[in-house]
């Protein structure tokens, strides 16, 4: 796509570059026939196969063919493991595997046979038809179902199978991050303690040179390390002197060299020549007599002379720095002395630069060896540490039968690759299972993870197999240039040596190996993916997502009728910031008029320019608020937004004018949760509680959504007090003169206060919800605050089942636990999405937005601890990386080496963000606000895409009118060709075009006749098409999910998740109130519920905090019965149900439902119609049974926790059940 340049012309609409071709390249229907022949080629179940799947080219269809194969072939579930990078994936195959399975049984013949052929290529025989129909049933029977599972979760489930065997306790749990990275914390605490307590020299340096902070961020990477630790430091913790030989050598160090060694090198008066040490005092004698004048330049040299001239060497040790600075910059470089030596002490001593060169020739090697030194100490120092460290961590999890993340992964491997004892035993018990392994996402497979993979597979081309009719096969489907998480030590270069090792072992045992390339995506329109390849194909670019001996894989279109857009905004430019402007800090909550940073600018344009799009002004094609492809008005939900970093005002800001537009904003799909707004808040009011003269902390509640004070009432407050009096005695003054916002403060930090001896979570749960503050938290910050507050909560359990529940403990445990919640963002129905490019993986949408994209891709980040490879380490090893400037130039090469890893990750990191976008793709950035930048990075995203597309003959470069948002843009669009072929709403047809009879098509597409009333008694939950309430057809999904998910899948449906709740809250209250935590574990932990541990804390604490409320202490008295099955007759219909909580009172009876849905509505009038009915129908048939009591509807939902009364009129029930049966 390279050619003659573009063309600039004016575009007074103000749009940019114009892709205005056609379809290129080959046929699409060749591109569509090649897709389906390799996707054939990669599920052909007797071949090992690699597979190389470009981004949005079916790797899930693939790999669910594959599986699909395997059972045709007569695989028994059991034979078959398929690991995933994450749950969601796991999930996705799982249903993706059930639903094929399903439709197996009922299709026709004819169908089935086209379904099979399309699966193989080939015409299925009668017992392959037999079997088909048979899988489903099979597959429900097996125990476990299918094992498709992430690495960790099979990891865990491994060492369940074989505790014994793995050094672990039976029924061990697993740590969750926060309390593994509490328990870390913990741990270097009492290290430190004792630190003091011992005065270790070395360590004690350390501490001193890195400070704390980096010094514990240091031993907690070491400690993630462990798995490299042990190799490096054996069972008996060799000293870290002899481990880091290869870095000593490295550096230039002789086993001998000394600080003291270097230091007096430089500074004995024998080690500067002679001829020099004369010169200098002739010149200062000169210097002296001429009278002359000092400047910036020569003072620097008069100093080094003056530091010469001491007799002592011991005063001219403790100035080291005045001569080494005569030769060396503040960032260690060499100086320019010609700069430095005056023109008349070069007239009178010609040869003095030559000379001044050797001696800074000599002062900058002993200089830098003791910086040399210096990173040598600190890294053995640090190394040695670690290992204490982590034995004092492995005995503090021992003592609580608990491992982490990383011991799953660590004892697997030594379970797997153990040569004697148990091991063995493993190993067979094992191989006589296992046949076929499935791995996704091997590009982002780390070292550990892939010797878990091959532990489980060497065993299959190593001849030991007595059944040689079915191979053993190994399926591997990644893609290089989507490995982007190098900070979890995922490595292209283990990936591509992972290959080769396969392929060596497959053909040596002489079985079948296929490595298919799947360059025809279905994801992207053609501008998007001509814009992918017009970046990557050239050379540069390409580095890093292609090995040396390859080119780029030209992507092609499975979707020629799509049509699309990508489109280049000028970035926003950096307002002149004014000398001595004040700083006015501005909660993210509020307006941010007032905030010119570039980022927070943008962040406006972005917020505005959505909600145009997706105002539903749009009528039609060629909008900007008109999604072509889909054939409809632009949603919220189509929009995703990717970021490299959450740092910053930018998220913040842009989900507070969406919020502000009235855009529903999923917010950020991660999040720190010690820093979100809500928990601040929460925090600075306990904070006060405890500490009445913490000003800051009841100025920051005061303007919270808890006190709700404006910027003037609190300015009000604040400014009239006396010097030295504390805002808490400002307030109390306030409402002794009547202030009623004061008063009602001072009323609420009274009643807060006598509760500050509850627990942390009962004590939150009653701001919480007693007081109304989760109402006001997400009246102002929007729903998405309820995610913080539940992991809030959640924490504060966690917390109290390990420690004495005391709140300011929770304070300080809290403040050592590093809580991120991951937000599962999967679908689209929260509204807009705005992630990490990271945290998109995988996920795609119709609009993608790239607005950060002015960083530089060399600018990796400034973590202290790195790893250099050494042929004499059996792994990396570990150095500590100071700053530039006390950095060795011995190491400059491992710096550069670190660099360009970044940056070929980041430009992978690229690749992914623009394939996420199916049809339009927005490049934008801003410039950041620096007096040495005036323009975006060279080696940017934003100017890397945009040089690309310059030197395309096939973009038109366009100027816009004045008033366009964002100055000069670049866009490239296409209409589509053929609408009636492109996506419609709802659609689920392949991409691949298949030939279908007609008179199956029709019956397929026929509405299913409704039967005149039902063959059984009718369910009040199914009233209406409720998305809570499955269909029958819904239910057996998943039932047939329950056999083949991963672990914790079938628990993310909303409906398992209901009807476990309601299980949950029937029993319950039947339980004492304190033994009701022990319980609910004991109940969500039942191996048929087969819950992760997350999940049992979080839907046990939702249970708890209903059953432990005071509100709720009516529904579950004497007076009130769990699960009341009732029978009636609504119209025509014959209906029955079962009431979750039935409440007899004097006068009136209470039917309350429960729902878990997420978010609940904040209005009765907000309830789906479904729920109504519901509630309608248990009113008609109870009204009966109560002639002269009222009956009340409710719901309580669960979340909120809330009882929400619903008021329904039973009158018109019969109307509409009948309405409902179909007649």
Not at 243 to 260: F, I, K
Not at 810 to 820: M, N, P, T
Request: hydrophobic residues 40%; aromatic residues 8%; proline residues 6%.
């Amino acid at each position: 796509m390279s050619g003659k340049g573009a063309t600039m012309t004016t575009d007074p609409a103000g749009t940019g570059w114009l892709w205005d071709d056609a379809i290129d390249g080959p046929n699409p229907e060749f591109n569509l026939r090649k897709a389906t022949h390799d996707q054939r080629d990669a599920a052909n179940p007797e071949a090992t196969a690699w597979v190389a799947a470009s981004a949005g080219t079916g790797k899930t269809r693939v790999l669910t063919n594959r599986l699909l194969a395997l059972l045709l072939e007569g695989a028994e579930p059991r034979e078959i493991l398929a690991l995933t990078f994450t749950k969601a994936a796991a999930a996705e195959m799982a249903n993706r595997v059930s639903e094929a399975l399903e439709a197996w049984v009922t299709l026709e013949e004819d169908a089935l046979r086209a379904a099979l052929f399309r699966l193989a290529g080939d015409h299925p025989t009668e017992a392959q038809i037999a079997l088909a129909r048979r899988l489903f049933a099979k597959v429900l029977e097996a125990p476990g179902g299918l094992n498709i599972q992430t690495i960790h979760a099979f990891a865990q489930s491994l060492l369940g199978r074989f505790p014994v065997e793995a050094g672990v306790q039976p029924g061990f749990k697993v740590l969750e991050d926060s309390e593994a990275t509490a328990l870390l914390e913990t741990t270097v605490d009492r290290f430190l303690m004792g630190l003091i307590a011992r005065e270790d020299p070395a360590v004690s340096h350390v501490f001193e040179v890195l400070g704390e902070d980096t010094f514990r961020d240091i031993l907690a990477g070491l400690v993630r390390e462990r798995g490299r630790l042990y190799r490096l430091l054996g069972a008996n913790n060799r000293p870290a002197r002899q481990v880091l030989e290869p870095l000593r050598m490295r550096l230039g160090l002789e086993p001998d060299s000394t600080l003291e060694g270097f230091r007096n090198a430089v500074a004995h008066a024998d080690g500067i020549p002679s001829d020099l040490r004369s010169a200098f005092q002739d010149y200062a004698g000169w210097a002296a007599d001429t009278r002359v004048k000092e400047n910036s330049n020569n003072k620097i040299l008069f100093e080094a002379i003056d530091w010469i001239a001491q007799a002592q060497i011991d005063d001219r040790l403790a100035a080291l720095s005045t001569y080494s600075s005569l030769f060396m910059t503040g960032t260690g470089s060499k100086r320019n002395l010609e700069r430095v030596v005056t023109k008349k002490f070069h007239e009178q001593y010609g040869d003095s630069l030559q000379r001044l060169q050797d001696e800074q020739d000599r002062v900058y090697s002993l200089m830098h060896g003791i910086k040399a030194l210096e990173q040598m100490a600190v890294s053995e120092a640090l190394l040695d540490t670690a290992g204490v460290v982590v034995e004092t961590y492995e005995t503090a999890k021992k003592a609580v039968s608990r491992v982490d993340f990383d011991d799953l992964i660590l004892k697997t491997i030594d379970l797997l690759t153990a040569e004697e004892g148990a091991g063995l035993w493993v190993a067979y018990k094992l191989d006589q299972g296992l046949r076929h392994v499935l791995v996704d996402e091997a590009q982002d497979t780390n070292p550990d993870q892939w010797a878990i993979v091959r532990g489980l597979t060497d065993a299959f081309y190593d001849g030991t197999d007595p059944d040689h009719n079915t191979p053993r096969t190994t399926f591997v489907v990644g893609d290089l240039k989507q490995s982007i998480y190098g900070f979890q030590r995922a490595d292209p270069q283990v990936f591509q040596a992972m290959r080769t090792a396969f392929k060596t072992d497959v053909q040596s045992a002489a079985q079948h190996w296929i490595d298919p390339v799947l360059n025809v995506t279905f994801r992207s329109s053609k501008p998007v993916l001509d814009s992918v390849n017009t970046v990557f194909e050239h050379a540069d670019n390409a580095r890093g997502l292609t090995f040396d001996d390859e080119s780029w894989p030209t992507h092609l279109t499975g979707r020629p009728e799509a049509g699309g857009l990508v489109e280049v905004w000028d970035p926003i430019e950096a307002k002149p910031k004014e000398k001595n402007a004040p700083h006015v800090p501005v909660r993210p909550d509020e307006d941010l008029d007032e905030d010119d940073r570039p980022e927070v600018e943008l962040a406006k344009v972005l917020g505005e320019r959505i909600s145009s799009w997706t105002d539903k002004t749009a009528t039609g094609p060629g909008q900007a608020g008109w999604l072509d492809n889909h054939d409809r008005p632009m949603r919220a939900e189509d929009i995703l937004v990717l970021v490299r970093s959450r740092s910053g005002p930018f998220i913040n800001t842009l989900t507070y004018t969406l919020k502000k537009k009235g855009v529903p904003v999923a917010g950020a799909d991660r999040m720190k949760l010690q820093e979100q707004l809500v928990i601040k808040d929460l925090l600075c009011l306990t904070e006060y509680l405890l500490q009445p003269a913490a000003d800051l902390s009841l100025a920051t509640v005061l303007r919270s959504p808890l006190c709700g004070f404006s910027s003037d009432q609190l300015y009000q407050l604040a400014h009239r007090r006396a010097e030295g009096e504390t805002l808490e005695t400002a307030l109390a003054k306030a409402a002794d003169r009547g202030l009623a916002h004061a008063q009602d403060a001072r009323s609420l930090f009274q009643t807060l206060r006598s509760r500050l001896a509850s627990t942390p979570h009962a004590f939150y749960s009653f701001v919480l919800t007693r007081l109304g503050a989760r109402r006001r938290f997400s009246e102002r910050l929007g729903p998405q605050s309820s995610d913080a507050i539940k992991e809030f909560l959640r924490a504060a359990l966690t917390y109290e089942r390990g420690n004495t529940p005391t709140i300011p403990g929770f304070l300080g445990w809290l403040s050592r636990a590093e809580i991120e919640v991951k937000r599962e963002q999967e679908g689209a129905n929260g509204g807009g999405r705005i992630m990490t490019v990271h945290g998109s993986k995988g996920l795609e949408a119709p609009v993608v937005i790239l607005p950060h994209t002015h960083r530089r891709m060399d600018d990796i980040a400034r973590d202290r601890l790195r790893w250099f490879d050494s042929e004499d380490a059996p792994v990396p090893l570990p150095y500590w990386k100071p700053s530039a400037a006390d950095s060795p130039y011995q190491t400059m090469e491992l710096e550069a080496r670190d660099k360009a890893r970044a940056e070929q990750e980041e430009r992978r990191l690229l690749y992914v963000a623009m394939t996420r976008a199916e049809e339009r793709l927005y490049i934008c950035g801003w410039k950041p606000r620096r007096s040495d930048e005036t323009k975006v990075a060279s080696t940017s995203w934003y100017e890397t895409v945009v040089e690309a597309m310059k030197a395309s003959s096939d973009v038109q470069v366009l100027t816009p009118a004045e008033d366009a948002v964002a100055g000069t843009r670049y866009r490239s669009y296409a209409a589509p060709i053929k609408p009636d072929r492109v996506k419609k709403e709802g659609s689920h047809v392949s991409a691949l075009p298949e030939r279908i009879a007609p008179s199956l098509l029709a019956a397929l597409q026929a509405a299913i006749p409704a039967e005149p009333s039902p063959p059984r008694p009718f369910a009040p939950s199914q009233m209406l098409d409720d998305p809570a309430a499955p269909s029958p057809l819904v239910s057996l999904r998943a039932l047939a999910g329950r056999g083949v998910t991963a672990r914790g899948h079938v628990a993310a449906s909303p409906f398992f998740r209901g009807n476990v709740l309601h299980g949950l809250l029937q029993r319950l209250p039947d339980v004492p109130e304190t033994e009701r935590e022990t319980a609910t574990r004991r109940f969500l932990s039942r191996p048929s519920y087969d819950l992760m541990p997350r999940q049992i804390e979080e839907w046990g604490a939702e249970a708890l905090a209903i059953t432990n409320d005071p509100t709720f202490a009516d529904l579950f008295s004497a007076r009130s019965r769990a699960e009341v099955a009732i029978t009636g007759i609504v119209g025509e219909l014959v209906v029955s149900g079962q009431i979750d909580r039935l409440v007899e009172r004097d006068d009136e009876v209470w039917v309350v439902d429960y729902k878990s849905n997420r978010p609940p509505p904040r209005d009765p009038r907000h309830v789906p119609e479904s729920y109504r009915a519901q509630l309608a129908v248990y009113k008609s048939v109870l009204r009966g049974l109560y002639p002269g009591k009222a009956i009340r509807t409710f719901l309580l939902w669960t979340e909120t926790p809330q009882l929400m009364e619903v008021p329904v009129d039973a009158d018109d029930l019969p109307a509409l059940a009948k309405s409902n049966s179909g007649d």
